[in-house]
């Protein structure tokens, strides 16, 4: 099984800040890598796939980077809708989550 | 559009099975490279992907629920299935179906969801 690792598990940021969070996995994924935003009690929404690819409707201040083990999912200007839990998701060997990130208002 | 919809009982005495069925609307289930997939979540806990059907019948399950799975597809009623056997209470959570989407050169995501069915396995 592909372990996905996420980090920081929680972060505290302010509107306008600038956020990273890293996604690592156990083995080379390439770029089968992708990131979801999720709401309480709403289902997760896609946000970038193939590693850096923004899906379609997704604001542009979302990005994503990286390739083998390491992923990070950047925000560059937090809006107060952005304040939610982010997930990785591998689709290399089935599939798998990372643990979260709950993105906090600080 | 396409749109998911979980249905089932949402109370299952500990020891017997889970059945839970996604309707899919806005487009045929058996048309498209999609594999038809379920995804639960505890309480305050991650994302856990359950398994998934291809529209030929093929299926792939999570290994460490592989043994009480089964998911199957009715092309004919655009729908798929989740059986889950000998639950615990371990297995309450929400349950989510969805569209797992991708091509040869484009990796797989989860790009439509159901809005998840709170299951709770109590006697």
């Known amino acids: 099984d592909i372990q996905m690792t996420q980090s920081p598990s929680s972060l505290s940021a302010s509107v306008g800040d600038r956020v990273t969070i890293t996604c690592r996995a156990s083995q080379s994924i390439s770029t089968y890598l992708n990131w979801y935003q999720q709401k309480p009690g709403k289902a997760p929404q896609l946000l970038i796939y193939a590693a850096s690819s923004l899906h379609s409707g997704v604001p542009s201040r979302f990005s994503g980077s990286g390739s083998g083990t390491d992923f990070t999912l950047t925000i560059s200007c937090l809006q107060p809708e952005d304040f939610a839990t982010y997930y990785c998701q591998q689709s290399y060997t089935d599939t798998g989550f990372g643990q979260g990130t709950r993105l906090e208002i600080k | 559009q396409v749109q998911l919809q979980e249905s089932g009982p949402r109370l299952v005495k500990p020891s017997q099975t889970l059945s839970l069925t996604c309707t899919v609307s806005?487009?045929?289930?058996?048309?498209?490279?999609?594999?038809w997939s379920w995804i639960r979540q505890p309480a305050g806990k991650g994302l856990e992907w359950i398994g998934r059907?291809?529209?030929?019948?093929?299926?792939d399950y999570n290994p460490s629920l592989k043994s009480r799975v089964t998911i199957s597809v009715d092309t004919s009623k655009n729908q798929f299935s989740l059986k889950l056997s000998s639950v615990t209470a371990a297995d309450t959570a929400v349950y989510y179906c969805s569209r797992f989407s991708g091509a040869v050169t484009v990796p797989f995501y989860f790009d439509y969801w159901g809005q998840g069915t709170l299951v709770t396995v109590s006697s």
């Open positions: 059907i291809y529209t030929s019948g093929t299926t």
């Open positions: 806005g487009g045929s289930i058996a048309s498209g490279s999609y594999y």
